[in-house]
């Protein structure tokens, strides 16, 4: 960060410097009002409140001028510009909590009550934090920023103690109200800690690149074992539906080195488990998934630091121009999977379930498209089945479609988390934390679908799709018929009703929806119609995914 001078954001910098000072005065002022034993307002303190709130006032409109009006350093700007505005509010609320600490000595009966509570301990620590936010903010000092974020760690310790101290008081049943009001005096002093925490958040979050809570920022720094403080996170602009946030770090913990990782921060439970299955995934096949650099459990939440691999997801080179990279995403990928089944194949006998998952889904569906609940329907003599009956039927055809050997799969086999790297021509698998020993008509299931759901409708984009999709599934039926697999089918089109059906809660378009659902509902009927014959005679539509 260079610190050869503040940024000069059009007098931003003089205007928060006065701000700053204006609450540090205000802070002064209310410990003198304190240490007086006075019951009246200074005026000062009502008149140095009006304007700090007309300084608020000055600071936002000249920021958003500012973010208007950028157009060097953008990024920057409207991150600093973000975190100013978070400390002005804050400072804001902190003066606010001053005049009703100051307000609340009207109510003392005893004077020098508040005297046996070492309420300037409080002061001292939340002036040394202001005194640091100005060059905190305008230098990217996030050092003091650290300190500004502790000072609220010291500020809880003081008031448990103070807290306790007071119940002790009131459970006596002596000088009550004169106990409530220091008790409310020394709560707006701990709620100040609360407010430069948000500050402290905020700066680190402008120099980071992202919004981080402290906890996180140790945690990133103390993984990364990084001495300098020089790393930035970039938003990945990835969309993922397990609740995690994912984004690049950008580390530098030299002049020379730098260091791209995945940060994932998200369910303690669900990054616990990936991180197993990335060890478990390394062991079988080492360098198929991003290595871990760094795992930590953060209370309910956790960060999980990864290896940031360089390449396209399968489904930005399907979507790509380029027809020959496919080609060779494709190729290799298949290579790939035909190992990986080969060498993990079992011949424990399992069953994946696809109806029971539909099951679970099924509500979430409705929920997003409650048109397609339908009931039974007698049309003159004839039934048409809901679709609750209609799975109840398939899961009795399931229980004897078990699939007679088992690999290890992915579990979440979608295009996204599978990675091409062009120059390498290296297929990486990212996001595993569902693989487990199972049916591969999983994987194939999932991939086939998922190719399928793309929302674009280029005509030439769909009959690549519908190739890649042709391609994966004459490699698994080869692979199915070479290990005597003479169900494949039969469980393949289960998992694909399985997951056209529950694809539909991401797909908010109701016409395309409405193609991924009816879809299934035919293939479901295909398979009922079946019933009573051989299942190894049953085939996969060809005209299923055809657009």
């Known amino acids: 960060m260079n610190k050869s001078a503040m940024f000069a954001f059009e007098g931003l910098n003089e205007n928060f410097q006065f701000l700053v000072l204006k609450i540090r005065q205000q802070m002064e002022d209310t410990l003198k009002t304190l240490e007086s034993h006075e019951q009246v307002i200074p005026a000062e303190v009502k008149f140095r409140e009006d304007y700090i709130d007309n300084l608020k006032v000055i600071i936002e409109r000249k920021s958003y001028k500012k973010i208007l009006k950028s157009r060097t350093d953008e990024n920057r700007v409207i991150r600093i510009m973000g975190s100013l505005n978070t400390a002005v509010s804050n400072l804001e609320e902190i003066g606010d909590h001053l005049v009703s ?49 502790r000072s609220e760690i010291e500020l809880d310790r003081l008031y448990k103690r103070d807290f306790d101290t007071i119940m002790s008081i009131l459970q006596v049943g002596r000088e009550i ?20 925490l948000n500050i402290g958040e905020a700066i680190i979050s402008a120099y980071a690149g992202t919004r981080l809570k402290i906890f996180e920022y140790i945690a990133l720094k103390e993984t990364l074992d990084s001495s300098s403080e020089e790393f930035v996170l970039e938003d990945l602009n990835v969309e993922t539906k397990s609740g995690c946030r994912i984004e690049k770090v950008i580390n530098r913990p030299s002049r020379t ?22 060890e478990e995934w390394q062991s079988l096949v080492p360098g198929l998934t991003p290595k871990v650099f760094g795992f930590q459990v953060l209370g309910e939440k956790a960060i999980l630091l990864l290896e940031y691999l360089h390449g396209h997801d399968f489904q930005d080179i399907l979507l790509g121009k380029d027809s020959s990279v496919l080609k060779k995403a494709i190729s290799r990928l298949t290579s790939l999977v035909e190992v990986i089944w080969t060498n993990t194949k079992s011949d424990e006998v399992v069953q994946a379930g696809f109806v029971n998952q ?25 039934k048409q089945s809901s679709l609750q009956e209609r799975l109840e039927r398939a899961a009795a055809i399931e ?17 996204d988390n599978i990675i091409y790297n062009i120059q390498e021509d290296r297929i990486y698998y990212i996001d595993p934390h569902r693989s487990v020993q199972m049916d591969y008509v999983q994987d194939v299931s999932v991939f086939m679908v998922s190719n399928f759901r793309i929302p674009v409708f280029d005509a030439n984009i769909r009959e690549r799709q519908a190739c890649v999709i042709d391609f994966f599934y004459r490699f698994a039926k080869s692979f199915a018929e070479k290990n005597q697999d003479v169900n494949f089918d039969a469980r393949l089109t289960l998992g694909i009703i399985r997951s056209l059906v529950t694809s539909t809660r991401f797909i908010v378009k109701e016409e395309f929806a409405k193609v991924l659902y009816f879809r299934g509902l035919y293939l479901l009927d295909k398979l009922l119609d079946h019933e009573g014959a051989s299942w190894d005679t049953f085939r996969l539509p060809d005209d299923v995914f055809m657009s």
């Open 399 to 415: 229980a004897e479609l078990a699939a007679p050997f088992s690999v290890f799969i992915h579990g979440d086999f979608n295009t």
């Open 257 to 278: 080195d730098t260091q791209e990782v995945i940060f994932k921060e998200g369910d303690a439970g669900k990054l616990q488990q990936e991180n197993r299955k990335l």
């Open 101 to 149: 600490i100051v307000t609340q000595t009207h109510y003392f009966k005893d004077r020098y009550f508040l005297d046996q509570f070492d309420y300037q301990s409080y002061f001292r620590e939340i002036l040394t934090a202001t005194d640091l936010i100005v060059e905190s903010l305008f230098r990217g000092n996030i050092k003091n920023a650290l300190i500004i974020c």
């Open 177 to 196: 109200g004169d106990a409530i009001t220091a008790l409310n005096i020394l709560r707006y002093l701990e709620r100040i800690g609360d407010s430069l």
């Open 358 to 382: 539909l099951l679970k889904k099924i509500p979430n569906v409705y929920h997003v498209h409650p048109k397609f609940v339908a009931q039974t329907k007698f049309i003159g003599g004839l």
